[in-house]
């Protein structure tokens, strides 16, 4: 029997109009939804800050973030508390609102029965597996809007 260890463990997490897949290392924790309290100055993508490990974490909605209607019904959301991609970064860690609970898969390059390129900048590309579809956002790009609109709005 041989192993693959080009497989990464990753999350399948639903959204309310589509499936984010994320690799588990980037994620600390799925937490249950709070109501996140509101940031002047922010874009609507920026749902607020959440308390989380003793620290205001900022909330935000990947679909806001696409350009897509934003969840209005938190009923089975839960918050997915996400790590920072960048060391240096004064944004350590954020929430990303979700429709539910997250599945647990392995991913690797024989995974994806179809690869397509993604036109918004927060996302790097949308994976098909069997029936099922997935975007793959661009955590780096993501930070790096979270920390120029924070520091926007301070």
Same mark, same amino acid.
């Given at each position: 029997?041989?192993?693959?260890?080009?497989?990464?463990?990753?999350?399948?997490?639903? +959204?309310?109009?589509? *499936?984010?897949?994320? /690799?588990?290392?980037? %994620?600390?924790?799925?937490?249950?939804?709070?109501?996140?309290? !509101?940031?002047?100055?922010?874009?609507?993508?920026?749902?607020?800050?959440?308390?989380?490990?003793?620290?205001?974490?900022?909330?935000?909605?990947?679909?806001?973030?696409?350009?897509?209607?934003?969840?209005?019904?938190?009923?089975?959301?839960? +918050?997915?508390?996400? *790590?920072?991609?960048? /060391?240096?970064?004064? %944004?350590?860690?954020?929430?990303?609102?979700?429709?539910?609970? !997250?599945?647990?898969?392995?991913?690797?390059?024989?995974?994806?029965?179809?690869?397509?390129?993604?036109?918004?900048?927060?996302?790097?590309?949308?994976?098909?597996?069997?029936?099922?579809?997935?975007?793959?956002?661009?955590?780096?790009?993501?930070?790096?809007?979270?920390?120029?609109?924070?520091?926007?709005?301070?």
């Amino acid at each position: 029997m041989s192993v693959n260890n080009d497989k990464v463990r990753s999350l399948w997490v639903p +959204l309310r109009d589509a *499936n984010l897949l994320i /690799p588990n290392v980037a %994620v600390a924790e799925i937490s249950s939804y709070r109501v996140p309290s !509101p940031v002047p100055g922010m874009p609507d993508w920026c749902l607020g800050t959440v308390k989380w490990s003793g620290e205001d974490i900022p909330v935000i909605s990947i679909e806001g973030v696409c350009g897509l209607a934003l969840q209005s019904n938190p009923v089975f959301s839960r +918050l997915m508390i996400v *790590n920072s991609v960048r /060391p240096d970064s004064t %944004v350590r860690h954020y929430a990303v609102v979700t429709a539910g609970l !997250p599945g647990l898969i392995q991913f690797g390059p024989e995974t994806a029965d179809q690869v397509a390129p993604c036109v918004n900048d927060g996302l790097k590309c949308i994976v098909r597996i069997g029936n099922e579809e997935a975007i793959i956002p661009d955590l780096d790009y993501l930070q790096e809007l979270l920390e120029i609109e924070l520091a926007n709005a301070a």
